[in-house]
């Protein structure tokens, strides 16, 4: 028996209480946008995320703490905040040195799953951000759980896809019996010439591009280490490791 940690694939957060969390590093996906945005804000100075369940909790805690509310419902900027959930909309001039309180349909609610069901560590990944987060897992010699935030409970693609490309990268280190890993990593490798080429066969890519017109948004999403940072999740707030 080899002595490896090893490696697990959620395809939707209804799985996730499949999965014993609690001595595992957690690694929340919401490639569209959520942990693409953390990444970003981060990358470019933020102090930190707060990640939040409710847009009113967000605009509470940004009054309180004089920092930034965003989030969408439904890929909308939600009702009541000025800001959504746009990568692009975090650049260094605007997010540098605020906290910004976020609040989506998918990911933020996996990570209060995750913390609820006594993960051990949990980190935020998304292309953006691909090696900080591959490093990271090769470095803790710890079981991995990759946690996709799908759509409302369902499966979606795109986060599938990222944890098929760190999967692809440390498969080495890790002992992976587990066939949803197997599935990632074979569509990673068949598409990962051209992702954003890829992308119009996703409903997600639909539902912002044709809807919202966000091509730009899917573009830097698809894209590796373009905001290539560690979100840690600690106390509450997301910071760079």
């Known amino acids: 028996m080899s002595n490896k940690p090893t490696l697990h694939t959620s395809l939707s957060p209804a799985l996730l209480h499949l999965y014993d969390l609690s001595s595992s590093i957690v690694v929340i996906i919401d490639v569209f ?48 905040l000025q800001h959504g959930n746009s990568p692009i909309e975090y650049n260094r001039e605007f997010i540098e040195g605020k906290t910004l309180i976020l609040t989506t349909t998918n990911g933020t609610r996996l990570l209060q799953m995750a913390m609820d069901n006594n993960a051990d560590t949990i980190i935020s990944g998304s292309f953006p951000n691909l090696s900080a987060v591959c490093d990271f897992l090769k470095s803790e010699n710890k079981n991995v759980v990759l946690g996709c935030a799908g759509w409302k409970d369902r499966f979606n693609l795109e ?23 197997l599935m990632a990593e ?13 992308a119009p066969n996703l409903t997600h890519y639909h539902r912002l591009v044709e809807r919202f017109g966000l091509i730009e948004d899917i573009k830097y999403c698809l894209t590796p280490d373009v905001a290539n940072v560690l979100p840690v999740y600690n106390d509450g707030k997301l910071v760079v490791k």
């Open 186 to 198: 074979a569509m990673y490798d068949k598409n990962k010439k051209d992702l954003v080429g890829f």
């Open 33 to 80: 946008r959520a942990t693409s945005t953390i990444a970003a804000a981060l990358h470019n100075g933020a102090k930190c995320v707060i990640p939040v369940d409710s847009v009113p909790k967000a605009i509470e805690i940004s009054k309180s703490i004089g920092g930034i509310a965003a989030g969408e419902r439904d890929g909308m900027i939600a009702e009541g």
């Open 159 to 181: 986060d599938t896809l990222f944890a098929g490309a760190v999967i692809n990268r440390v498969k080495k280190q890790f002992t992976i019996h587990c066939d949803s890993s």
